[in-house]
């Protein structure tokens, strides 16, 4: 693909690398759109996981979920349709593919173990959660549809799991600007 760079010059600054920065971030929204199988559109889905709903339940407990700024309505029985909850997409089967969490940036606490049962996961995007702390729960290395795994700029510590190395349908992995140790 071929780019057109502006340069713009305001007072001797030159505004290339944030364009090329904003530019980068404009592909990378393009191409990384989770794509799901099936994908709904419609929030009814019938079918709905128990096994599904509990991870999610778990994941929002463990990140101060009521604290969000758009918290999901997990305690309410007539909004159990997770499929319906922001940042979440599903499958006509009503099983979860994308988990993009863009409109939760204050979340805090760690990430629960339990998102690895879900098992049709494609797309995971945690970022930009600077008291989101503790280690990558190694677990997630059984998500063996995940294309993409975005974790970048929380406070993650530990070590990299190794199973993350197990996940043969990964192709964009970003951990970058946590607090990782190791080598």
Known sequence: PSFLVVVVMFRGWSLIPTLLVW??????????VPTCPGKTTDCIVEGASSIERSALFDFYN???GDDWLYPW???NVSASNYCCWLGVTCTDEGYICSLDMFFAPFLKGTISESLSSLSSLQFLSIKSNPQLIGPIPSSLGFLSNLTLLDLSENALQGTI???????SSL?????????FEGS
Not at 161 to 167: A, I, R
Not at 171 to 179: D, G, R, S, V
């Open 171 to 179: 192709l964009n992995i970003l951990l970058q600007h946590n607090q």
């Open 23 to 32: 530019c980068a971030y404009v592909v990378a929204c393009v191409v990384c």
């Open 161 to 167: 799991p190794s199973s993350l190395g197990q996940l």
């Open 73 to 75: 309505p997990v305690y």
């Open 62 to 64: 463990s990140t101060h």
